[in-house]
Each structure stands twice: as structure tokens, then as C-alpha cells.
């Protein structure tokens, strides 16, 4: 049977869409919910409750309902999504829900963006209220953005066959529309949540684009957008929520807001069933019953729970011949799913249909979630804004205001309010609408719940919590309501309590016996509605979600079959496998041809910090542990950083290029870190130091070049540069030609091997690196990444930042107290070496390891203990391995450790507990290969 | 259709606690009536005897970070000292049930801590060395271990941070953080503890270098000693005896999403991408987002880290996608220089402290509430968190938990 | 997010900056000459303030000055900024 009226509602009657819910197939129109297609189709039961597995339907038209949560299958599943915010597509796919959504395994196709806009005032809210403020606004010049949950703007005049002006509204609506779709930035966006309001007018909002599309949504669009607007002004013109009555047996579907019955009537050319009855403490229901009838539906009875009807509805019913029964309350409902009675005093009614009106919530989330303070109007029965914020306005419904003229009244005041506000003076004024509205919702008599059957007398029907339940929780001593939310699980549900707070914020004052004026709602909290994790994510996804870094030299790595590690948003060579290798095979080739000819590595992504000014030496004297001012230009010298706590932060090379600059180099992880560390000292300490400091890490290319032929290697391609010992000693550098382009070459070793590092522009990285491929081809040179770096400076005990050291490593600790000025008066982290616990003899510090077995090699990360056999935990630790490694020029494994105490106990034997077994280790310095640095000089 | 399973939770029971006026003395007044202030009231009585105590809360009870923290429990940190305190919050945890009577949903469905770079990789191995040698369980487990035990952990090598391993700690898991603080609560009120709400201290009396009493927005409490449990606000307390804290208060946002059938088995927690996230026991995602930078106790947070999260989330969990999220919120941390607590005694006679526990307050409420109750009773550290005192910033000897706490919970 | 008013660049999105915590807390002259506790207490001991808030901002994505503001903690709200160097202003919080 179909609940379709014949004529009105914004329906495409000649369009037909087949859509399937729990398996059966329906078909509906465009223009057209889920909801309403349903209902159309006399389906109303569409899920059932979490806990108690009742049968739910539909409460309200709109984002506020409470129960018809469904699963859309296709095109793509999509959990917990509100049967009447779902537009109806040809081809939709969807099911009820239990209360519990179901996430696809299947990757979702879909894109989505974010956009940023800026507004002089924006309105949330295109009903009555917001249309005037927002053209108020327009009118004065302002940069004005109009956001609607809705696909059409109109708000509560969308339910309603209300005419204003003498026409209907929905041609008001239109005019209004088209004047500030044509004014120059003005910005109106339909299916646009605003979900969250935060500071200095930052105002989130979702756009759906496509989901009305369903199959034919255009796969190049985002399928839903955030707008992050900024704003100078806000009109919150966010209506009012129809409340319900708690009775018993308030659950089953056909049970619904007298509203949204009326919305489903006007709006989507629905019925709500064939036989109504009304329930009201209000004028509104009145308007809902008349119109009903006038479409055919049989309104069994208004129920009116004040004393007195008010006349001329009453006799307007009487016309129709609709009884109305005031002083009475409907008791009980019966069905065995849906609706079939209701109970009214002693009379039991038949009907399918019971439509409700408790009163209106004015929808104060968003002013809440802006700080606004809230307070309660007794005669509403609800909260309401309370004082207006600065940059804050509400109007319409949303203050609590129910007359339509009055609505627009407040919309234009806050619209030329806001743009005035915002330095705009106002231009032609809105003229405001005259409705002939029959019914206004105002004189109520506030009724929170009927005395009945506690335990089916539902508050939140999501959560299947009873009056039961809030008695409960008011009875084990609970008196705040964010405890008794807790408790009863009320406003936890996807509709966070739209139209179940207010009800129980009233039963609990009411079982308490304390005025709600002295009650604090439980707080509104972001979003309004539900936004979907993808929505927020955005485009930062994939190969967008963290930009990568690469070198210039990079296509190289790739073409000759590199392996990558992270670094930072680096990717740096890991190693170069041949076929057949291995990580450790690869790396023992990489390490022997190194130190036996020459191989090489693309360091370019060390940190490069360029230095100047006439103070940068007197600077880094206080950055580095070392001193770096009596530096001669030409020389280079390798320093360690602290932090003001002593300890270790980052190292690397000072190489000064004249008397008032340096380059300096960090770790590749730390550059940014540096140079953030370097400014901030020198903005907010010492501004008077003549310093200035400029990353140019992206500048150059750099190469180390190492081994005993690198000397031969160097030579071939930069003939103008002597590359004698002599000529060009260690720690110093040469600008000179490398390969026909400017080169500065620094002789530095990270190997102890005979070593140069080139530095060319970025541009020229790729062509010097193949230049030097080339040349040094008779040599067998070898590529090789960061694992072979980290095994050649390892053999020399050279710690690695952030390897080595946690953060409670300190100079001394890694042995290089040789790096530690005893001539500085002071430099960052100098007076923390002089606390208790950095003077203790137990300290951890860096030592060798070399395992008994040559063969055995240590996990990193492995603990240290001293005994050969393990004590019941907890067992005293001595240290961990930082670095291990099989090596080549040592013929046998080796590790890097901080140990306590560690420099005493060189020669000593520790274990290793690795999986069941303990593995004994001797305790050696750090340094194990070439100790006397006889290979430095080649 | 009918409900699905553990959709829903145990009742509460009929009787939680009485709402008395305060009393004009107390031996002990505990400031703050949060997990760890009810905690403490509740061991002091049960354990020590000590019952004629007073939890003084300005607001609702366990309404600060205890109702908006993510409800991670684990003891697998890094340091002695830490793993020493955690594992005896956790060895409470798993007999809380019991010992309070309230059904607290301890769930010990594991805990996955993610590596995705090669440091990361020699950083977790290290925690599980030390982590098996204290005593504590837990495992290294590879990419293919990782997605047996969460199977929907994305482990492929070709997204932008590769998961290359994990940390594994079985006996780690999630409770109900209400149930909790309502157990404890319950228990304390029977053991004879009075609860006080809506009682902002707003004054420390001292004389002669010891405490005597407290101001507070219901008239001055005398106290024969006083015990912050004021985590964010424990530098607003401290101040008023003069006493200055190096702790820093910052918002900490977290998010739920709206009731999932399961998916997600375990507890996931990755520092590299700032992703921590379980699923509660009726179905819904909990997510926390990273620390926002700045000083603040507004209890609110900036969005950015929200869509951070969520990008980062996607990154690690694809079947996130239409996952929606319900609601945020933001608690007040107090973050410590060494992201490790402070607890113990002050310069004050009588005056004790708990603080400085950043985003790793809810798992050692157990733990905390029952070494701190023993610093009271007996006016001396309990041997648990007798290394974290105010007296380790001069000397520098820090327990820097950094690598293993991070933004994680 | 916050609007951050710049001193130099005029108001930007908090993600541009970078929170550099308490200002006015100087570099001791001598550290030499400090006591471990004095030591300590300039290396972590801060104010930790509910209500108005000197502190250092350091406009990171953008002109990457660093500069000083006084923010109420409570609200978060920003009641002045001023450029290093410059007197803490006067605020009503």
C-alpha cells in the first residue's frame, strides 16, 4: 500500500528510483530520503534498539532522529548514516541496523578535499532566520557565506504549507535564494553541516557533493568536503528541535515528532500512516492533525495534555471533525511491532500512527561549543542562548523564539548587526514576511513524561535507556548530569542527545526536586553531526599524507637498484644489492671495497646550515661544546650540541669559509631542529649578537668520497686541485672544479679512511656523481648507503645521533670529553655537567663489544647483564647495544653498547642475553679498527 | 534482528555514594577527586587503615582527565624505574574486579606498539629486552606477527611510513574508565571516605612549615595532611604553599566514533604517526590525537590535530574510511620534563604530591592510588615511586620516558 | 585553530607557529655561579599559570620571528603580542 499523497511535495513524481532496504526492493523519487521513500512505501520499522532489540522506526525528518539508522551497501558501504539525511539514488542499497554499524574491508573509492574561505559574517542555517540575516548582510556589501544541512534552503518553511506574503513560502525562500546566489561573494551552500565552532571564528563545516548522486556521482569530484571558514561575524540561525513526551511504550515505529509528520506530508508528499492520533502539550500539533486530515489521513484524536484546548484550533478541528480531548495524556501504546493503539485515559484508540509534540529545543550546540553560556527558560522548557557573544549572534527559533515574524525580526537585526560588526553599513532593508500561520508552538505546558511503566517509558531510544534508568542513577547518589549520562548511557548514542537531553536534564530535576535554572546541561561537544574519518583526513593520503624528500641525485639510487631507508622524509640508500645479496652480504662488499679502493655515498641530505655575520664565531662558541671561534678559515672541525640539560642533541662539522661565516652540518633527522634551535637562541637571548643563520641543505649535493683511492679518484676529475697530503691536509677545504663545476671539497673522514667529501649545486649532483663513477671505474668504486656508513664509523667508534644516544647521553659519555672546551667560560649545557648525577662513576657509557664467539652477532636493542646465568626478574641491567654489526676489515662481528660504568670495565666479560641464551661479550673501547688513524692520510 | 554482543554494558549498581556536607577536620583531605584521588582515598583506607578521609572535588567526580582519557593500560616502559611502578599498577589492574566488586571491563586484549623506521625498530627491541629481563611480557613481532594480531593494520611496504615491526604486550588492554572511578569511589564512600563535590580548594593553610588546613569554596577544612591529585592543576595548588612545579598543563584531545561491529582486536599505538586507538567495549573506536603545544586548561583543543589524527589513521587503518566520528573532547595533561611523574613528598610537612603524569595517568591509577596512599601513611616514599621526586631536576637524575610515553597513552 | 596575530606579519593560522612556552625567562648571566637548585630551576622549572600567560611564540611557517604574547590559559584567547625586547603590556584577562 502506498502512503503517497497524490499531489505536492518536492518530489520528481516522473522520475522513479529503485532502491532495496532489508531485501526488498521499493522504489521512491527524486527529491526523496530513505526515510521518506520508506515511509512512503509503508515500511516503518527500520532497525531495532542495541540493547533490548525493540524494533526502532522513524522519530523526526530530519539530522535530530534518534532511530532510523541504517547501512548503505551500495555504491559503498557506509555505516551508521540516519535513513533521513539519506537522499534517495536509483540503484541504493541499504539495511537496518542494530544499533552497530559495519566498517567495509574493501578500500573506499572515493576522494576528498578540504576548502579554506573567508567571510565577512557567516549564517548558519538557511531557514527564515538565516535567509534574512544572511541578505541583511549581503545587502551591507559583507563577504557572506550561507551554509544549510539541507539540499534547499528554506528550513522549517520546507514542512509547512504556509504562504507568506500571500504567496507560498517556498517562492519567498526561492527569491531570496536567487538575490544572494547573484550578489558578488556571497557564497550559499546546500548539504553543508556546520559541525564544529571554535575560535577567533573558525567555523568547520561538510559539504556531501555526491552522495544524493549515488551511482552517478563523477568519480573526479570529492565526494565530501570540509570548509574550514573564517569569519569575522556569526549568525547561528540553527532552528529549534521538536521535543518528545516520555510515556510508556513510546518506542515503536509510527511513533513520531508531530513535526516531522508534517515535514513528511509537505516536503516529501508522505503519509505517516492511515489512522493518527496526536499527542501535544502545544499549539504546533494542531497544525500537523489539520493538515493531515486535509490529506486524508484519519486523525483519530488530539490528545492535548494542557487543561484547556485553545479555542479557535480546537474548533478548527471540530470543523474537520477531529475530537479533541484536553486534560489528557496518552498512557501506553500497543503493536506488535509498529503502532496499533494508543491508550488515552481508559480508552484504548486504534491507529498506525501516533504523532507527538512535546515542545521545541532551540539547537544551541554550535553556540555552546563557541563558549556561549546557556540558560534555562522555564516557560520553553528548554535551554537557550544566554548572553551574545561578541562575534556571535543567534536568531530565529535557535534564541527560543517560535513566531515566524518575529524569527525574521531577529535574522535581520543579527544580519545587519553581524555585518555591522564587521565595519559594513547596511543597505537596503529586508522587508520582513507575513505569515498565516495557524499555529505557533509558544504557551506550552512543559511535560517531560507521563507516569506510567517506568521501565518501557524510553528517554533515549538509541540507548534503550528508560525513566527507570535516571531514577536508578539518581537513587545510587548520582546528582550531576554528566554522571547520570554516564549512568544511563542518555545523549551517548550517534544523535548525542538531540532530543533525549533536554528530557532527561527534566526528569532528573524533577526526581532531584532542584529547578533546572540551577542545572548545567552537559556540554555540547564537536561535531554537530557525524563526520566521517575519511571527510577529515582529506588529501592527506597516500603519497600525500607526508611529503617525501629526495636527493638530486636520487634517480640514480632507484635506476641502479638501491633499497631505501627513512630518514626524517628522506629516503636515503640503504644499500645496493646485487643479485643474490643479501642486506649483510651487500654491506660486507660495500664495506671491504671501501677500505681496501674507494667507494662512495650520496650524503647530501646532512643538514647544511650556513652561519654568518660578524658574532657567528663568538655564536657557536656557545652552541658547540668545543670551541669554534679560534677556528682559521680553511680548517674544518667536527663539534657536538647539547642542550641546556647537557645532554647530547646533535653533531657534526664546522667548516669556517671566512672570518664571519661558517657552514655547519647537522644530522640529516635534525636539520630543521638546528637551525629552529640556533634562531630561537638568537632571537629571544642574544639579539644583539650580529648573527644570521639560513638553511641550505637543499642547495648542495654532497658526496663522500672514501678509501685509500679516493686520493687517485679526486685527482682525475678536479686536475686543478693538488691533492697532495701536503697540499691538502685533513680537516681542511679547497673550492676548486670537480668534473667542470664548482666544487667545494672538504677532506673529512666519518670511516677513518682517506676521505673527501664533494660539494657541488644540487643541480650538478647527479652529473659529478656519475663523473666520479666514471673515473673512478678502474678502481672498482662502490656505491654504498647508510648501512655501510654506519658499519665503517662504527669500526671507528663513532657514535651516530639518536643511535647512540636517547636523550640521557652526554659528551662525556660517548669519550669525547676531547669535544668539551675546558677554555669556554660557558656554552648551552656546560653548567649541567657540574650536577650530582652527571659526575657519577656508573654513568653509561660507550664501549665495544666483541662477542666470544666472532661469529655471534648481537641484536640491536639487545640488554647487558653481568652474570653468566639470569636471577628471577626484575634483573639489574647494565646497559643496551646500540649498534652491531658483522665486519669485514675486522673479520667478525662487533657491537657499540652504553654500558654502565663502562669505561672501567674494558676487559671485562658481559652477557648478552639473546632469546634463551646468554652470550658472553668482552668489553673493549669503542674504537676497534685502525686505533693509531694510520689509514686518515691514505 | 537482534542485538549484537557486547553492545551494551553491565548495569551500574543500585547505590554508588552518598553526597555528605564536609566535615570541619579530617586526618587526610586528598585534593582532587579524580581516578588517582579516589584511589589513594580508598587504598589509605583499605590498606592502612586510615579512614576518616576527605576527596575534595570542584567539579563532578572523575570528571577531568579520568572521563576523557582513552583507557590504555600497560606497563611496558622503558626504564627500571617506570616499568617498576606500571607493572605494579598492572598486577593491581588484574585483580581489580575483585577487590572492588564493580564489573571495570579490564580487557587484556594486548597492545601493539608500531616501528616504522629502522631507529624505531632498535628502540622497541630494547624496550622488550628490558621490559622480559623486569619481568614484564612482551615481544618483538614482525610485519606478518603484526597483522596476525590486528589483521587490519595496513603492513604493506609500499605506504609512506612501512609498519616494520612491533612491540607486543599481551597483558596489556583497556577497562572502563566510569566503572573504574565509580568502583573506587563505591568502595571508598563504604569504607567510611567521604566524597565531596562541587569543593574547589582555593587556599593551603600552613603554620610553621606544616600544613594544618584547607580553603575551599564550602568553608576551611582542618587536615592533619593533604594530598594533591590535581594533575593539571597541581601547579594552581602547589603556587598557594609557594611551591613550584616543573610541569607544564597542555590540552590533550582525544575522539570516539559511533557504535562498529568489531574489527578491531587489540590496542594499537604508533608515536611515528601519532595514532593510538582501540575499540571499546560497545563497538566504538577510541582514538587519541596528539598533545596540542601550548599552555592551556580550557579543555579544548585545536581541530588541526584532530585532521592530523584522522590522516594518519587512514594511513595505518584503510577500513577506517566511513568510520565516523561522534564526538572530541580535550582533557588538561601535565606534562613533566622527563614525561615521568612526580610523587611524593614536598618541602611542606604533610603536604604530598602526585603529579606530572602527562598522558599516562589512567593505567597507574591502581598502582599510584596505592604507593601514594603508603606516602601518606607513613610519611615516606613506597619503594615504587621513590624515584620520582621534585629533588631529581636539580640532581639530573631524570627518568626520561620520552621514547616510551611520547604523546602515547 | 587559532588566529595568532603576528607582530610582524599581522594574523595567522596557529599551525604556523610554534609554542616556545614561558617568556622572560633569561639565560642566566654566569651559570657557573648558580647553585644546583638555582640551576635547575632555570633548566625546567616554568610557570604554569590558569589565567594570563607570558609566553614565546615563534611564527615558524612564516616570517619565523620569534616574539612574546600573553594568553589567557583559561580561554586561550591571545590578549597581546609584542616583539622580543619589548615591556610585557598591561592586559585585562
Known amino acids: 500500500m502506498s502512503f503517497r499523497t497524490d499531489t505536492g511535495g518536492a518530489i520528481d513524481r516522473n522520475t522513479l528510483l529503485r532502491f532495496t532496504f532489508n531485501g526488498v526492493e521499493h522504489t521512491g523519487h527524486p527529491g526523496d530520503t530513505l526515510a521518506s521513500a520508506l515511509l512512503a512505501n509503508g515500511v516503518h520499522e527500520i532497525g531495532s534498539s542495541v540493547k533490548l532489540g525493540r524494533p526502532r522506526g522513524v522519530v523526526a525528518a530530519g539530522s535530530e532522529d534518534p532511530t532510523s539508522l541504517v547501512q548503505v551497501e551500495a555504491p559503498f558501504s557506509e555505516p551508521m548514516l540516519l535513513a533521513t539525511t539519506v537522499e534517495l539514488y536509483d540503484g541504493l542499497v541499504a539495511r537496518g541496523l542494530a544499533g552497530q554499524g559495519k566498517l567495509s574491508s574493501e578500500p573506499d573509492p572515493a576522494r576528498y578535499d578540504a576548502k579554506h574561505e573567508h567571510c565577512d559574517v557567516l549564517v548558519v542555517g538557511a531557514g527564515p532566520a538565516g535567509l534574512v540575516a544572511a541578505l541583511t548582510a549581503a545587502r551591507s556589501g559583507a563577504r557572506v557565506v550561507l551554509v544549510d544541512e539541507q539540499n534547499q534552503a528554506g528550513g522549517a518553511l520546507l514542512g509547512v504549507d504556509e504562504y507568506l506574503d500571500d504567496r507560498p513560502s517556498a517562492e519567498w525562500v526561492a527569491d531570496i535564494v536567487a538575490e544572494l546566489k547573484s550578489t558578488p561573494d556571497v557564497l550559499v551552500l546546500e548539504r553543508t553541516t556546520a559541525f564544529g565552532m571554535y575560535q577567533d571564528g573558525f567555523v568547520l563545516a561538510l559539504q556531501k557533493r555526491t552522495d544524493h548522486l549515488g551511482f552517478a556521482a563523477p568519480a573526479s569530484v570529492a565526494r565530501q568536503r570540509v570548509w574550514r571558514i573564517r569569519t569575522r561575524q556569526t549568525v547561528l540561525a540553527t532552528g529549534a528541535h521538536e521535543r518528545p513526551v516520555v510515556f510508556a511504550d513510546n518506542d515503536r515505529p509510527g511513533i513520531m515528532l508531530a513535526s516531522s509528520a508534517r515535514t513528511f506530508l509537505h516536503h516529501y508528499g508522505v503519509l505517516p500512516g492511515s489512522r493518527a492520533v496526536v499527542f501535544t502539550t502545544n499549539d504546533s500539533a494542531y497544525c500537523a492533525a489539520i493538515d493531515l486530515a486535509e490529506s486524508g489521513v484519519d486523525i483519530a484524536v488530539v490528545v492535548d495534555a494542557r487543561p484547556e484546548a485553545p479555542a479557535r484550533l480546537a474548533a478548527e478541528c471540530a470543523a474537520r471533525g477531529i475530537e479533541v480531548r484536553a486534560g489528557q495524556l496518552v498512557t501506553g501504546t500497543e503493536g506488535p511491532g509498529r503502532v496499533t493503539a494508543v491508550q488515552v485515559g481508559d480508552d484504548r484508540i486504534a491507529c498506525d500512527a501516533l504523532l507527538v509534540s512535546g515542545g521545541w529545543n532551540p539547537v544551541v550546540s554550535l553556540f555552546s561549543q563557541a563558549r556561549g553560556t546557556l540558560r534555562y527558560d522555564a516557560e520553553l522548557g528548554a535551554f537557550v542562548p544566554g548572553r551574545e557573544l561578541a562575534t556571535v549572534r543567534v536568531a530565529g527559533s535557535a534564541t527560543g523564539e517560535l513566531d515566524l515574524t518575529a524569527c525574521t525580526r531577529q535574522g535581520r537585526d543579527a544580519g545587519a548587526g553581524a555585518a555591522a560588526a564587521a565595519g559594513f553599513t547596511s543597505g537596503s532593508q529586508v522587508p520582513l514576511p507575513a505569515s498565516d500561520s495557524r499555529c505557533t508552538a509558544r504557551s506550552g505546558l512543559v511535560l517531560w513524561r507521563v507516569p506510567g511503566n517506568d521501565d518501557a517509558s524510553f528517554v533515549d531510544l538509541q540507548r534503550d535507556s528508560t525513566v527507570a534508568d535516571v531514577l536508578r542513577a539518581t537513587g545510587a547518589g548520582l546528582r550531576s548530569l554528566e554522571h547520570i549520562k554516564r549512568y544511563t548511557t542518555i545523549g551517548t548514542a550517534h544523535d548525542q542527545g538531540k532530543t533525549s537531553g533536554m528530557i532527561a536534564a527534566g526528569i532528573v530535576a524533577e526526581a532531584l526536586g532542584v529547578e533546572l535554572s540551577e542545572q548545567r546541561p552537559t556540554t555540547f561537544r564537536p561535531p554537530f553531526t557525524s563526520v566521517s574519518f575519511a571527510a577529515l583526513a582529506g588529501r592527506d593520503r597516500g603519497d600525500l599524507h607526508d611529503p617525501v624528500r629526495v636527493t638530486s641525485i636520487h634517480p640514480w639510487h632507484v635506476q641502479h637498484g638501491a633499497l631505501f631507508e627513512n630518514v626524517g622524509q628522506w629516503k636515503r640508500p640503504w644499500y645496493y644489492p646485487q643479485p643474490g645479496e643479501d642486506l649483510h652480504a651487500a654491506v660486507l662488499r660495500e664495506c671491504r671495497a671501501t677500505r681496501e679502493s674507494v667507494g662512495m655515498m650520496d650524503g647530501s641530505t646532512l643538514g647544511k646550515i650556513d652561519v654568518q655575520g660578524r658574532d657567528a664565531g663568538e655564536f657557536l662558541d656557545m652552541l658547540y661544546t668545543n670551541m669554534m671561534s679560534n677556528l682559521k678559515v680553511g680548517k674544518i672541525r667536527y663539534g657536538v650540541m647539547c642542550g641546556v640539560d647537557g645532554m647530547v642533541i646533535d653533531d657534526g662539522t664546522v667548516i669556517r669559509v671566512g672570518e664571519e661565516r661558517y657552514i655547519v652540518t647537522t644530522t640529516t633527522g635534525n636539520a630543521a631542529k638546528v637551525l629552529d634551535w640556533m634562531e630561537e637562541w638568537l632571537q629571544t637571548e642574544w639579539p644583539h649578537l650580529d648573527v644570521h643563520c639560513t638553511s641550505v641543505t637543499e642547495h648542495w649535493a654532497t658526496i663522500p668520497l672514501v678509501g685509500p683511492k679516493s686520493r687517485a679518484v679526486l685527482a682525475a676529475v678536479a686536475p686543478s686541485l693538488d691533492v697532495s697530503n701536503e697540499a691538502f691536509e685533513f680537516m681542511t677545504w679547497h673550492d676548486t672544479e670537480v668534473a667542470g663545476v664548482p666544487a667545494r671539497v672538504c677532506r673529512i673522514s666519518f670511516s677513518g679512511e682517506l676521505a673527501y667529501e664533494i660539494n657541488v649545486t644540487a643541480w650538478h649532483g647527479l652529473a659529478v656523481w656519475e663523473a666520479l663513477m666514471a673515473a673512478g671505474e678502474r678502481y672498482g668504486i662502490t656505491p654504498y648507503g647508510t648501512e655501510t656508513m654506519h658499519v665503517l664509523r662504527a669500526e671507528k667508534g663513532y657514535p651516530i645521533i639518536g643511535q647512540e644516544t636517547d636523550a640521557t647521553v652526554t659528551p662525556q659519555d660517548l669519550g669525547m670529553s676531547w669535544a668539551v672546551s675546558k677554555k669556554k667560560p660557558d656554552f648551552i649545557g656546560k653548567r649541567s655537567f657540574a650536577r650530582a648525577e652527571n659526575n657519577r662513576s656508573d654513568r653509561k657509557q660507550l664501549v665495544g663489544l666483541l662477542p666470544v664467539d666472532p661469529a655471534v652477532l648481537l641484536p640491536e636493542g639487545s640488554q647487558i647483564v653481568e652474570t653468566d646465568r639470569l636471577p628471577e626478574p626484575p634483573v639489574r641491567m647494565l646497559g643496551h647495544v646500540t649498534s652491531s654489526y658483522p665486519s669485514a676489515a675486522l673479520g667478525r662481528t662487533f657491537a657499540l653498547a652504553l654500558v654502565r660504568s663502562g669505561h672501567e670495565r674494558i676487559g671485562e666479560t658481559l652477557y648478552v642475553p639473546v632469546e634463551d641464551s646468554l652470550v658472553p661479550v668482552t668489553v673493549t673501547e669503542s674504537v676497534l679498527y685502525d686505533k693509531e688513524g694510520a689509514r686518515r692520510d691514505g | 534482528m537482534t542485538s549484537p554482543p557486547g553492545a551494551h554494558l553491565p548495569e551500574h549498581p543500585d547505590f554508588l555514594w552518598d553526597n555528605p556536607e564536609p566535615k570541619s577536620s579530617y586526618d587526610v583531605v586528598v585534593v582532587g577527586g579524580g581516578g588517582h584521588g579516589i584511589a589513594t582515598a580508598y587504598y589509605l583506607a583499605k590498606v592502612h587503615g586510615i579512614t576518616n578521609v576527605a576527596v575534595l572535588e570542584k567539579g563532578w567526580l572523575a570528571g577531568g582527565n579520568m572521563a576523557r582519557n582513552t583507557t590504555i593500560i600497560r606497563s611496558n616502559y622503558l626504564w627500571d624505574e617506570s616499568s617498576g611502578i606500571y607493572e605494579h599498577s598492572l598486577k593491581l589492574w588484574e585483580g581489580l574486579e575483585d577487590d572492588l566488586g564493580y564489573p571495570i571491563l579490564f580487557d587484556q586484549r594486548g597492545v601493539l606498539n608500531l616501528a616504522h623506521s629502522l631507529q624505531d625498530v632498535r628502540d622497541s627491541v630494547r624496550r622488550v629486552n628490558a621490559n622480559r629481563l623486569n619481568g614484564i611480557d612482551a615481544e618483538w613481532v614482525d610485519p606478518a606477527g603484526v597483522k596476525e594480531i590486528c589483521p587490519i593494520v595496513n603492513t604493506s611496504p609500499d605506504v609512506r611510513h612501512p609498519v616494520l615491526g612491533a612491540t607486543y604486550q599481551p597483558r596489556a588492554g583497556i577497562a572502563k574508565h566510569d566503572y573504574v572511578a565509580w568502583g573506587y569511589a563505591r568502595a571508598a564512600h563504604a569504607l567510611g571516605v567521604d566524597l565531596i563535590q562541587n569543593c574547589e580548594v582555593t587556599g593551603l593553610e600552613t603554620v610553621q612549615g606544616r600544613i594544618t588546613a584547607v580553603e575551599t569554596s564550602r568553608g576551611r577544612i582542618a587536615a592533619g595532611k593533604v594530598a594533591l591529585c590535581a594533575a593539571g592543576h597541581s601547579s594552581v595548588l602547589a603556587k598557594m604553599v609557594g611551591l613550584r612545579l616543573p610541569i607544564a598543563s597542555h590540552p590533550l584531545q582525544a575522539l570516539v566514533s559511533e557504535l562498529l561491529e568489531p574489527v578491531h582486536p587489540t590496542v594499537v599505538m604508533s608515536n611515528a604517526v601519532h595514532v593510538y586507538v582501540s575499540q571499546a567495549h560497545k563497538g566504538e573506536l577510541v582514538m587519541g590525537a596528539g598533545i596540542d603545544s601550548y599552555n592551556g586548561y580550557g579543555q579544548r583543543g585545536s581541530f588541526h590535530i584532530i585532521e592530523q589524527q584522522m590522516a594518519a589513521a587512514l594511513e595505518l587503518f584503510p577500513v577506517f574510511a566511513r568510520a565516523h566520528l561522534l564526538r572530541t573532547w580535550a582533557g588538561i595533561v601535565d606534562v613533566s620534563p622527563d614525561a615521568s611523574p612526580i610523587v611524593g613528598l614536598t618541602p611542606v610537612g604533610g603536604l604530598y604530591l602526585n603529579c606530572g603524569w602527562g598522558t599516562g595517568g589512567f593505567k597507574a591509577t591502581p598502582g599510584v592510588g596505592d604507593c601514594f596512599a603508603h606516602t601518606i601513611a607513613h610519611d615516606k616514599p613506597h619503594p615504587f615511586n621513590e624515584p620520582f621526586t621534585l629533588e631529581r631536576f636539580t640532581t639530573g637524575a631524570l627518568v626520561d620516558e620520552h621514547g616510551a610515553a611520547a604523546v602515547a597513552h | ?93
Open chain 3, 1 to 93: 585553530m587559532q588566529l595568532i596575530p603576528c607582530p610582524w606579519c599581522g594574523p595567522r593560522e596557529e599551525a604556523e607557529f610554534h609554542y616556545g612556552g614561558q617568556a622572560h625567562v633569561a639565560y642566566p648571566g654566569d651559570p657557573s655561579a648558580l647553585s644546583d637548585e638555582e640551576w635547575a630551576r632555570y633548566v625546567f622549572f616554568r610557570e604554569n599559570p590558569s589565567g594570563p600567560f607570558a609566553e614565546r611564540w615563534s611564527h615558524n611557517a612564516g616570517c619565523r620571528r620569534w616574539f612574546n604574547a600573553v594568553r589567557d590559559t583559561r580561554t586561550h584567547d591571545l590578549l597581546a603580542v609584542y616583539r622580543v625586547g619589548e615591556p610585557m603590556p598591561e592586559v585585562t584577562a
